[in-house]
């Protein structure tokens, strides 16, 4: 099973992820953890050229392309091959992200997005997406308390929204597996939702 978070920056994803990784193994399910992007030696080429040079105008373009190559080799070395040996993994940031920041965020053609995107998975959709939904200004102020800032999180208040709203469209379109969350709560609540929605889906697949 293959399941990935999503949400503005500081919404709650590596927390929630970190959870729900827990709360599997405490279970006897044998579960990795990993994120987008900088998996390998590859990934972390790429996520330094990506979000720590501030100096790099990065063409929209050439950033789609960069997220995109980090993706198609994370999938083929490191997800497929858990997969395949029967675990369950988790993924910080997957496609969506890149639909939404390169499609909405960027403005790049979005058919085109959507088609680069999605061959860089190499036909590995998620199982289940949660995407954590909360206020813009609310994800930003808990980034200052936990440091930690990239060059994406420094974008205007207006990219941020767009990229929200981009996330609200994709789950809309696809309600089945993309399930949205109310990030503005007590994690431990946010949590109990989630496991309880693996949980069910697991009892499902087996
Ligand atoms: N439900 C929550 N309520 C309050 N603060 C939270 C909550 N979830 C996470 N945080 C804090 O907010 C910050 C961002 O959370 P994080 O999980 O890193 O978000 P993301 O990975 O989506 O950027 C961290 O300091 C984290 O401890
Ligand atoms: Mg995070």
Request: net charge negative; hydrophobic share 35%; with cysteine.
């Amino acid at each position: 099973m293959f399941i990935t978070f999503e949400g503005v920056e500081g919404s709650g994803k590596s927390t929630q992820a970190k959870l729900l990784v827990e709360f599997l193994s405490e279970r006897g399910y044998k579960v990795t953890l990993t994120r987008e992007p900088g998996w390998g030696r590859l990934g972390e080429l790429i996520r330094k050229m990506i979000l720590d040079e501030r100096d790099l105008d990065l063409d929209p373009f050439s950033e789609l392309c960069l997220f995109c190559a980090d993706r198609a080799q994370h999938v083929r070395d490191f997800i497929k091959p858990k997969l395949q040996d029967g675990e369950i993994v988790i993924c910080d940031r997957y496609f969506d992200s890149t639909l939404v920041y390169q499609g909405h965020g960027r403005k790049l053609d979005k058919r085109l997005v959507n088609k680069i995107a999605t061959a860089s998975t190499l036909d590995l959709i998620p199982n289940i997406t949660f995407l954590l939904n909360l206020p813009v200004r609310t994800g930003l102020t808990r980034l200052q308390t936990r440091g930690d800032i990239t060059k994406m999180d420094e974008e205007p208040l207006e990219f941020h929204e767009t990229i929200r709203q981009g996330y609200m469209l994709l789950a809309r379109r696809e309600p089945e597996r993309i399930k949205k969350i109310n990030g503005d709560r007590d994690s431990s609540e946010i949590h109990e939702e989630i496991s309880g929605i693996v949980i069910n889906s697991i009892a499902k697949e087996s």
